[in-house]
Structures are given as C-alpha cells and as structure tokens.
C-alpha cells in the first residue's frame, strides 16, 4: 500500500454532470387560461372578466396544486363541485381535458435538450406535476421526454417542490451527488431550497440565458 493518500474531491472541485430541468414554464408554456378561454368561447360564456373571475375564485391554482401534491382529481373535483355548483360542468372539464392547459414548448427549449443530449450530459427532471395528468402528456411528448434517463413526479411520489425531500428523492434515484447536478427551474423558491442542498441550481427565464450559465459551469460548450 503506497504511503501517499488519494487526493480529496471536495464538493466545490466537481463540475456538474448531469442537467435535472423542471418542466412547467421551463420545458412547456403552462395555464389553465389556455384551457377556459377556448371553453368560454365554444359556450359563449360571459367575457374576459368572467373568466378571470372564474380563474381566481372557482378554479384557482391553489385547487390544481393539490393534484400536483398526489390528489385524484375525482376526489377535488367533487369537493369544488359542492362548493359551486353553478360551475360544475367546468369543473369537470378540467380532468379529460387537462393537457389543453399546456401550451407548446418553450422557444429553445426543445433545441437545448437535443444537444445535452447529444452531447451525451445525462437529462432528468423533477415536476410538480399530478400523477395521473402526467402519463398522457409523458406519452403525446415523447419525442422530448425520451431524451431523458428519469423524471421524479410530484403526485406520484406525494412531495412537492420546494420540499426538500423531493430533491433529495430524486437525488438518491438518478444516482447523483448534488454538486454533481444543475438544477433548472422557474420558481424562485424551488431554485433556493435547491441551492441549500448543495446544487447548482438556474432561475430560468429564458433558453439563451440557461445556455449561457451551462456554458459558464462547464455542462457543454456553447
């Protein structure tokens, strides 16, 4: 055994490897607008303002995120539906027609992802996505989502961004040390809960700025 100890690795000397991207507003536009307003407008129900209320007193995000924690739609769907029933037809629009809320991708995105890919950098993702919205969207986006080794879903796993835990989940399952991934997402909180982790972490805004950062972190060349 030779007297001279193998050099230590610390965190701050390894270069990240691997990319982990969030998917709403980063890989794919996202709103539930997208859904209503073309319902509003196939029923010739009310105006702008009667969506917009629609959309901050009925069918509020904060309803939706319970979906994205692990709830069934037919479970929350009822409860609102209860509490308005004068709305319950468009309530129940939301569940069967969920991916029309999803707009197209991000512009470069899908260009960006090709390259990592191509250039060999191990993609995954982490969503705060419902468990039973995400297979069809996972199935009609497969031209972008096979590109990617895993993707730890919110309402399948019961944790939601910025919890730590779901970091640490998805940690322990791509196989990465956290100075090891760059992390991708357009929430600002989800970005520092993060960063406390030890990961290199990117507020998304946009797909040239990113390019850039990755760039400037070693992923790939520019």
Do not use: C
Request: proline content about 6%.
């Amino acid at each position: 055994m030779s007297g001279t100890s193998a050099p230590v690795i610390t965190p701050s000397a390894i270069k990240p490897s691997a990319v982990i991207f969030d998917v709403g507003k980063v890989l794919y536009d996202w709103s539930p607008r997208y859904l209503y307003a073309t319902v509003f407008r196939e029923r010739s129900i009310g105006d702008d303002r009667a969506l917009d209320a629609f959309l901050r007193d009925v069918l509020t995000t904060e309803w939706h995120f319970q979906h994205d924690a692990g709830r069934p739609f037919a479970e929350t769907s009822a409860e609102l539906i209860a509490q308005f029933p004068e709305h319950a037809e468009l309530i129940a629009l939301w569940g069967p027609r969920f991916l029309e809320t999803l707009g197209d991708p991000i512009p470069g995105m899908p260009e960006l992802v090709a390259e990592l890919d191509d250039a060999g950098v191990p993609l995954f993702a982490i969503t705060n996505f419902s468990g039973e919205f995400w297979k069809p969207f996972r199935a009609r986006e497969a031209w972008l989502f096979d590109r990617f080794q895993d993707i730890v879903v919110s309402g399948d796993e019961k944790l939601i961004k910025p919890d730590p835990a779901i970091f640490a989940l998805a940690l322990d399952r791509f196989g990465l040390r956290a100075a090891e991934a760059y992390f991708v997402d357009d929430n600002a909180a989800n970005v520092d809960s993060a960063k406390a982790l030890g990961i290199i972490s990117h507020h998304f805004t946009d797909a040239a700025q990113l390019r850039a950062d990755l760039a400037a972190h070693g992923v790939f060349a520019r």
